[in-house]
Nanobody, 119 residues
Framework: QLQLVESGGGLVQPGGSLRLSCAASGGTLDYYAIGWFRQAPGKEREEVSCISGSDGSTRYRDSVKGRFTISRDNAKNTAYLQMNSLRPEDTAVYYC????????????WGQGTQVTVSS
């Protein structure tokens, strides 16, 4: 069974950057779309970004466009989320997951990594 482990979260000041990683084991990411979603306390889960498995096309929620970049390295069985110009409202637990298509439901997801943006 595919297992996903997120890393790279932490405490960062507003305007700072973090790079999240999503490492997979027990299977290959090659044929999956990979998504990042987040959940803040008291708020609903929201999708942040997704990258397709077929052509590498990407999509982002409006609030992170131009600041976040999703990527994948199939050779390393790892996906990434580069987050720049972080804002306090980006504070949340970030999860990575795999989907058949970016429009599908998540098949597997990790335990999450905490991102806190605060001065």
């Amino acid at each position: 069974q595919l297992q996903l482990v997120e890393s790279g979260g932490g405490l960062v000041q507003p305007g700072g950057s973090l790079r999240l990683s999503c490492a997979a084991s027990g299977g290959t990411l090659d044929y999956y779309a990979i998504g990042w979603f987040r959940q803040a306390p008291g708020k609903e889960r929201e999708e942040v970004s997704c990258i397709s498995g077929s052509d590498g096309s990407t999509r982002y929620r409006d609030s992170v466009k131009g600041r976040f970049t999703i990527s994948r390295d199939n050779a390393k069985n790892t996906a990434y989320l580069q987050m720049n110009s972080l804002r306090p409202e980006d504070t949340a637990v970030y999860y990575c997951g795999v989907l058949i298509l970016c429009s599908s439901e998540y098949e597997y997801w990790g335990q999450g990594t905490q991102v806190t943006v605060s001065s």
